[in-house]
């Protein structure tokens, strides 16, 4: 039978199978329920074992040898004398940093230890990956990090898999030890206000997905979603490091991203922006400005002729003296000295107040309307006019400069429709929260203001998803915890943003997984996670329905134990008999649900597979990489063979064939450029003798 042709299942355990063969071991394809195996086959093999029940290699990889076919499962309290001791199983909800440093930290402080981490993408690496700005490859060197940990042997990593969805918790904790949850923050956080149903209104999350092509079907990588060619004028609502990403993306040039891993339906979108004013509002004062000062820097050095920052005026001093208490005081300091080189006027800022102002259902108060009829240089549509013109005709010639504009103190109460298109975005009303009155004018006007726009894009943070059959507190949008253990279910744990909300950048994560990590850790010394198998395959399953039917029936609760956590903590919690219950198989003891259902399981061969296409995309395109779009191809890739040869040929033959001066990048480009590397691997993809019997840019990807 062809490779390419077995079923998933199969495919996933062939190279397996064929090492197993080779050291002369029958494997039976009954392994769920009837288990015939004395030690579970793992993914990866090594040969031999040691005679005394140690591990072949010590620290070393997840390595065990099966017994013959005809063994049966041997007893727990039996094993140590027939077999290898298994290794303690942990199971990982979620490839992002958060769980990737949860097993790292693992694995390294417990040599006895191997983890399985599951993700429901057939890629991993989470944020880093589709959530990281194109153009700052630096934040994702830590891919790199995690691909070594995924081929160290003690980590595997399994994708394509819904924990919770298509394989039940229950299931997972009746063949590990114990299970993490660092699912991240899917979710985006409303404004709960009037009129954000209206079309143009969008997080800016869904901008992000966009850009770093999230796979159809969770998102829609060749659908933009808002048309850049009828958008003039922009709100983002909050200031944090989304909200700077999505500010330079809008404002900047699309050839400043076009050598980057940036979707190339969004670059030829992008080619169309004709947005001229951006205005990013933050609801309290400068000093509680979440952007770091390399933002902002960012927005006001990288592309000078394109886009022009103004900030609203402020007091320094004033500024520095309220600075909130947490803040790093000297670079939080020198962060308001760098934005407050960029401040408008006090006059300008006056004249912008008087114009913009409205009163609470965002009607212009008498002297708005006065000023609109001489438009402020700072502002040249007053109020009325800008509502009117919301959606009006694209003006086909090239943009000149973008402004951003820094508006603080400002809390949304409204977003108002377009006067000629009802259903569409015209103006967001905000009511101002502190404002100085440098004229009678502008005292007058304090209350109430319209900010016209045609596009409103909301970050103010992301909240993570409920998970079936897992305690989740919706008020705060985390899962309940404390200290990284789920309140009520012993062997449950939660890391990154899923335990403690989406705030910091991808460096706090690893303090955050070093505290879930040590409480596991503890829980393992205490007794809580038990070390060995102390069920049979089909028991466990049976003692896990068991303690969730005991839960949800108070009356014919079982027998509980008290257990500790560690010296010198007083927090107790109660465990029924048999939530212990593991045959400590890992993955291996969820082949029934991958048969059952029909999962096509993603290995790191076939992740490599896909990054290879992704990288070899790039190539063609004249670009680092480009991701793919569907998690459909990505599949079909992961498989190999003869499908996963058709499906490259596919992707790749939507692509255009290379440039001339693709063939020259290694003589051109320095070794210090980010596109060294890049060249390097041109130059081995054509080499001279190819380019000799094909003239320049005549040679087909599938030629290569």
């Keep these: 039978m062809r490779f390419g042709s077995q079923t998933p299942h199969r495919r996933m355990f062939a190279p397996t199978l064929a090492i197993t063969r080779a050291l002369n071991t029958k494997v039976s394809w009954a392994l769920p329920r009837t288990l015939a195996l004395s030690a579970p086959v793992r993914w990866c093999?090594?040969?031999?074992?040691?005679?005394?029940?140690?591990?072949?290699?010590a620290g070393g990889s997840d390595t065990e040898n099966a017994s013959s076919a005809s063994a049966s499962a041997p007893n727990p309290s039996t094993a140590g004398t027939t077999a290898p001791k298994r290794r303690v199983q942990i199971a990982v909800v979620g490839s992002g940093p958060s769980g990737c440093?949860?097993?790292?930290?693992l694995v390294k402080k417990h040599r006895e230890l191997h983890v399985d981490i599951f993700e429901r993408l057939p890629v991993p690496f989470g944020l880093c990956r589709y959530g990281v700005s194109p153009d700052h490859p630096e934040i994702r060197n830590v891919e790199k990090q995690m691909m070594e940990l995924f081929q160290g042997g003690r980590v595997t990593w399994v994708g394509n898999v819904s924990i919770g969805k298509e394989i039940p918790l229950q299931a997972l904790l009746a063949h590990y030890a114990a299970v993490v949850f660092a699912t991240g923050a899917d979710g985006s956080k409303k404004l709960g206000l009037p009129g954000e149903d209206l079309g143009g209104v969008i997080s800016a999350r869904s901008f992000v997905e966009y850009y770093n092509t999230l796979p159809f079907p969770y998102g829609s990588p060749h659908f933009c979603p808002f048309d850049l060619e009828r958008t003039k004028r922009a709100v983002v609502i909050g200031n944090g490091n989304v909200a700077m990403d999505v500010v330079r993306v809008l404002g900047g040039s699309y050839r400043y991203f076009s050598t980057t891993d940036m979707n190339c339906m969004c670059i030829k979108e992008l080619m169309k922006n004709q947005v001229e004013h951006i205005s990013v509002v933050a609801r309290r004062g400068v000093e509680h400005s979440a952007f770091a000062t390399a933002e902002f820097r960012e927005l006001t050095k990288y592309q000078k002729d394109r886009v022009k920052v103004e900030v609203d005026h402020f007091d320094l001093n004033a500024a520095v003296a309220a600075?909130?208490?947490?803040?790093?005081?000297?670079?939080h300091k020198r962060m308001m000295e760098f934005v407050h080189q960029h401040v408008l006027t006090s006059e300008e800022t006056a004249a912008e107040a008087?114009?913009?102002?409205?009163d609470a259902q965002g009607v212009p108060l008498p002297c708005a309307v006065a000023a609109s009829t001489a438009p402020s240089p700072a502002e040249p549509s007053a109020t009325a006019t800008a509502l009117e013109c919301g959606m009006g005709r694209p003006q086909r010639e090239n943009r000149g400069p973008c402004r951003l504009r820094f508006r603080f103190n400002l809390t949304p109460v409204a977003i108002l429709p377009s006067r000629h298109h009802k259903n569409y975005v015209g103006g967001v009303l905000f009511k101002k929260t502190h404002a100085e009155a440098p004229s009678k004018a502008a005292a007058d006007a304090d209350g109430y203001c319209v900010v016209p726009c045609d596009l409103v894009m909301t970050s103010i943070g992301y909240r993570s998803d409920s998970i079936a059959d897992v305690p989740f507190d919706h008020r705060t949008g985390v899962i309940d915890n404390e200290k990284g253990r789920v309140k009520g279910m012993p062997r449950v744990y939660c890391a990154g943003w899923a335990k403690n909300g989406a705030k910091g950048i991808i460096l706090h994560s690893v303090v955050?997984?070093?505290?879930?990590?040590?409480t596991i850790l503890a829980d393992m010394e205490a007794g809580v996670i038990p070390t060995e198998p102390t069920a049979?395959?089909?028991?466990?399953?049976?003692?896990?329905?068991?303690?969730?039917?005991?839960?949800?029936d108070a009356a014919d609760a079982e027998p509980v134990v008290v257990l500790s956590f560690g010296s010198g903590n007083s927090t107790s919690h109660r465990q029924a008999a048999g939530a212990a219950a593991t045959t400590m198989l890992g993955k291996y003891g969820l082949v029934d649900y991958f048969v059952t259902k029909k999962l096509q399981p993603v290995s790191i061969a076939g992740l490599q597979r896909i990054l290879n296409v992704e990288h070899q995309r790039g190539v063609d395109l004249g670009k680092k990489a480009e991701k793919i779009g569907t998690v459909r191809d990505m599949l079909?890739?992961?498989?190999?063979?003869?499908?996963?040869?058709?499906?490259?040929?596919?992707?790749?033959?939507?692509?255009?064939?290379?440039s001339d001066a693709m063939l020259y990048l290694k003589e051109l480009l320095d070794d210090d450029t980010d596109l060294a590397a890049f060249a390097r691997q041109v130059a081995r993809d054509v080499p001279h003798k190819l380019s000799q019997q094909h003239p320049l840019g005549r040679i087909a990807p599938n030629q290569l």
Excluded: W
Aim: aromatic content about 2%; proline content about 4%; overall charge positive.
């Design 45 to 57: 093999c090594s040969k031999g074992g040691s005679s005394n029940g140690t591990e072949h290699r």
């Design 101 to 105: 440093f949860v097993a790292s930290y």
């Design 323 to 331: 600075m909130p208490v947490g803040k790093v005081m000297r670079a």
């Design 354 to 358: 008087v114009q913009l102002a409205t």
């Design 512 to 518: 955050d997984a070093q505290e879930t990590a040590a």
């Design 536 to 552: 049979q395959p089909g028991e466990a399953e049976g003692a896990a329905a068991a303690v969730r039917s005991s839960s949800a």
């Design 636 to 658: 079909d890739v992961a498989l190999g063979g003869d499908v996963g040869k058709k499906a490259d040929e596919r992707i790749r033959g939507i692509t255009p064939v290379r």
